[in-house]
């Protein structure tokens, strides 16, 4: 059996490696596309000062605030398929699940992980989606 579980170790792995190819080209668009944003608010706002008038650019602002929202997402699914976590009060990131952040000492938010691979477990799981280990403290059902 160790052959099997190498070879779908090696297909887990190609398959994330291909969603965060997939998820960084989705945020080189977006932040192209912010770039874009920036300049259009910039000379939006110039022209408008030039010709003495007050710039309405409201929806700028709501199209790039609903780009840094897609950011922050789309991030956070890289951070979740690199394993990363981010100390909440010192920002640095994080490969390792411990308890406190080892560069400022805050206590880290608790996470459901899989005990075998670390990968975040949904709430009431028995198996890891990731890596198929069973997780600590489930329930057997009656198996």
Do not use: W
């Not at 699914?77 to 080892?102: A, D, N, Y």
């Amino acid at each position: 059996m160790p052959f099997l579980e190498t070879i779908e170790k090696g297909i887990t792995k190609a398959r994330d490696f291909g969603e965060l190819s997939r998820l960084n080209g989705e945020i080189a668009i977006r932040e192209n596309h912010r770039k874009e944003c920036f300049t259009v608010l910039g000379e939006k706002y110039y022209h408008s000062l030039k010709d003495g008038q007050k710039p309405d650019c409201t929806i700028l602002y709501q199209e790039l605030e609903a780009i840094d929202r897609e950011l922050e997402q789309l991030r956070g699914e890289v951070q979740r398929l690199k394993k990363v976590v981010i100390c909440p009060k010192c920002s640095t990131k994080l490969t390792s699940f411990g308890t406190f952040c080892p560069v400022c000492g805050s206590e880290l938010t608790k996470r459901n992980v899989c005990p075998v691979c670390g990968a975040p477990l949904d709430p009431g799981a028995r198996f890891c989606v990731n890596c198929g280990g069973r997780t600590t403290g489930a329930d057997d059902g009656g198996e």
